[in-house]
C-alpha cells in the first residue's frame, strides 16, 4: 500500500524515477527573452522568454543549479540615434510615464529624420561614439533608458511568471570584444579581408569560403564579436556546466559560427554551449493593428478572456475575475506556443487559442481547477492510506497507467528540450477520462 502524497513528494512526482539516475547535473546557464531597447519586442522575443523560462524551470526540477539570464540588446548605433534625437523629440515627462511607447516613437521618428537629413546622421555617429569613449553625458542618458526600460520588463515579466538572476547586456562587453579581437589575432586566426574587415576563416580548407566578420573596417565590433566575450566573461564568472541560448532559427548560423570561434581558441567548454533555435509566428495581431510591445499582448489576451468568461453560462460567480482572465489568457498563449515542435512555424490565432475545450491552456486550466475542487471538497480524506488494488475498473487502470508514464514524458523533454511531450502528455489522457 502506498503512503499519500504530500507536498514534497507532489513536485518530485516523476522526477526520482531511475530513469534520472545517470543523467549528469551541474550548473545550468540559460540565456532567453534579450529583447533590444527601443526597439519592438516582436513575437520571437515572446516565445524566447516563455521556452527558456521552461527550460530554466525544467533543468532546475531535475536538480541543476540555474542561472536565468537576459542579455539586452543594449548597444549599437540605434542608442547613437536615440541618444541624438531624443534632444529634439524626447519629452522626460512622457518617458516617465510610458518608457517603452515613447523610447520607441523617438526611435521611429529619428530614424525617419536621419534617412534625409545628414546632420542628424553625424549627430548619432558623434553621440555613439561619445557613448563608447565613455562621456560621462551621453552614459547616463544611455544609462537612464536602460534602466526604465528594465524596470519595465520586470513588470511584465512578473505576469508571465518570468523572473532573472541576472540583467546583462551587449553594453557590458564591448571592452572585452576588443580585447577577444586582440586573442585572436595573437592566436593567428584574424585575417584581415580586402574590404579592410577583420575575418575569422571558418572553412575547412582554409580558403576563406566561409568567413565570419568580427571587426568593422573602422575597427569597432559587432554583434558577434560582443558574443564571443560574453560567452567566456560567463564561463569565467559563473563557471557554468552547460550554456543554453533560446532565439529564433534565424540566428542558427550566428550561434554556430560562435561555438566554432570559441572551439578554436582553445574553448574546449564551447562543445557544452548550446542553441535552442524556434519557428516564426505569424500574423501576431492585436485588435489596434500589429504588436510592438510585450504588454499589448498580454492585455488582449485578458481582454478576450475576460470578454469569454462573461459570456459563458457556467462561469461562476467570482471575486476577481480580472485576475483568472489573466492566468487563464497567459496559460492558452502558452499552450498555444508549446504545442507543436519548437523549430515549426505557426499562426498565431486568438480564437482557437481560448477555446474553451480542445487541447487548449483554458481546458488545461480549467481541469486544474476542477481537480483542486475536488482536493478541497475531500480535505478530511487526506490522511486515509491510498490503495490502488481498489481500482480494477477500466477507466481508474487507463489513468493510473497514464500517470506512470510520466517520467518517460519528462525524460524525453529533458533530453531534446521540447516542451510539446509535457504539455500533450495532458492531451493524451483517454477523453471520457476526463469527462464528468
Ligand atoms: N537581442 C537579440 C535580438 O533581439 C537576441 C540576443 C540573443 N542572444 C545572444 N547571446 N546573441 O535579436
Redesign the pocket.
Known sequence: MLEPFGKEEDVKFGLTSELFNNLKRGTTLV?FS???IAKKFHAG?LRSTIIGNFIANLKQSLGNNVIRMN?L?DWGMQFGLLGAGFGQFGCQEKLKQNPLQHLFEVYVQVNKEAEHNEDMKQAARDFFRQLEQHESEAVSLWQQFREITVDEYQHIYKRLGVHFDIYSGESFHQDQAQEVVQQLQSRGLLKTSERGTGVVDLSPAGDMSSACTVLRSDGTTL?ISR?LA?AIDRKAKYNFDEMI?V?DKS?EN?FQQLFHILLAMGHSWADRCRHVPFGLVRGMKTRSGEVVFLEDVLDEARARMLHNMSQSKTTKEMDNPEDTAEKVGISALIVQDFKGPLLSDYTFDWDRMLQAQGDTGVFLQYTHARLCSLIRRNDGAKAAVFDPSLLFDQTSITILQHLLRYDEVLFKSAQDLQPKHLVNFYEAVPPDCLST
Open positions: 540565456e534579450s529583447p533590444n522575443h542579455y540588446g554583434y558574443d560574453a541560448y532565439t540566428q550566428h
